[in-house]
């Protein structure tokens, strides 16, 4: 899962960006002023940071440039309200990657932002391989072998999780935690219902299904293989 950053001071529009982009499967971490967000980017680590160039404190070209000037790589989209070529040209010139003008189709800025975060990732291999299933996870789609598996977003955000911990059973508290959201874990049996689906779509090799399940700890995919 992709954590973002974003430094919005307008909750209407913010709301609207985090609620969209969690249902893509990205985790965003939110700030209203210039130098909380800079303090977020220093002590955390973020795959893409989505900055408003007119926020408190510290205004987004400022920040723009104070990341920079730390010599930090991190994908910056700066939204501005302004599409005048000076305006243009001094978000960029501070900085950042790409620039998107307000008011906006949430389709071109989840378009956008996979843009950056696949030519941040150029050099680095995008997928996520566990044995034979392989995950894009900017495309947020999976295969296994060479066959595509269509999952849902939370299928998808799932078996991402189980991926990135690969061999440590996962109980549903920490999966939880980490995709719904919520220590006590998803409401109902959504998580049941789910991993049933993801065993159902993957199929099973050698009579194992991928997903296994551990008595009293929870879910786990194999590192090598086998069954528990």
Known sequence: MSRLLFVEDEDRLARSVILGLSEEGFVIDREVDGEAGLWRVETSDYALVLLDIRVPKMDGLSLCRAIRKRSLSVPVLMLTACDSTSDVVEGLNAGADDYLTKPFEFEELLARIRALLRRSTRSADPFLQCGDLRLDQI??????EDDEIRLSRMEFAILEHLCLHVGAPQSKARIGAAIWKDELGPP?????VCISGLRRKLG??????????RRGEGYFIEAQGGEE
């Open 188 to 192: 109902s049996n959504s998580l049941e």
């Open 139 to 144: 495309e947020r789609r999976a295969y296994r």
């Open 204 to 213: 099973s090799r050698e009579e194992r299904s991928l997903i296994q399940t």
